[in-house]
Nanobody
């Protein structure tokens, strides 16, 4: 199972970015997909997640600014729309997926990370 992220970059405060994450491989079921982030000198924290049933969860710091969604045509793809970005959102964003394969009932995989920098 492999996760590939895209969409990071440099943006000014107040701007927007959209991150994408595509899961591939022998996936039987995706239970949860989402994003963590890690800022310099800080622990990795959960940003947003969505279950296979469409239930979403957000960190308090990003509620009302970030939206996680799954692609209607490809359930192995998730997006993180980030609006009203703040310098405090600067971090490496890691996609993750908790999946079941045909052989393994539970597997957690991570993407390689994509850097988001919010700066003027």
């Amino acid at each position: 199972v492999r996760l590939v992220e895209s969409g990071g970059g440099l943006v000014q405060p107040g701007g927007s970015l959209r991150l994408s994450c595509a899961a591939s491989g022998s996936i039987f079921r995706i239970n949860v997909m989402g994003w963590y982030r890690q800022a310099p000198g800080k622990q990795r924290e959960l940003v947003a997640a969505v279950t296979g049933g469409g239930v979403t969860n957000y960190a308090d710091s990003v509620k009302a600014r970030f939206t996680i969604s799954r692609d209607n045509n490809d359930k192995n793809m998730v997006y993180l729309q980030m609006n009203s970005l703040e310098p405090e959102d600067t971090a490496v964003y890691f996609c993750f997926a908790e999946v079941a394969t045909i052989d393994i009932p539970y597997l957690k995989r991570w993407g390689q990370g994509t850097l988001v920098t919010v700066s003027s």
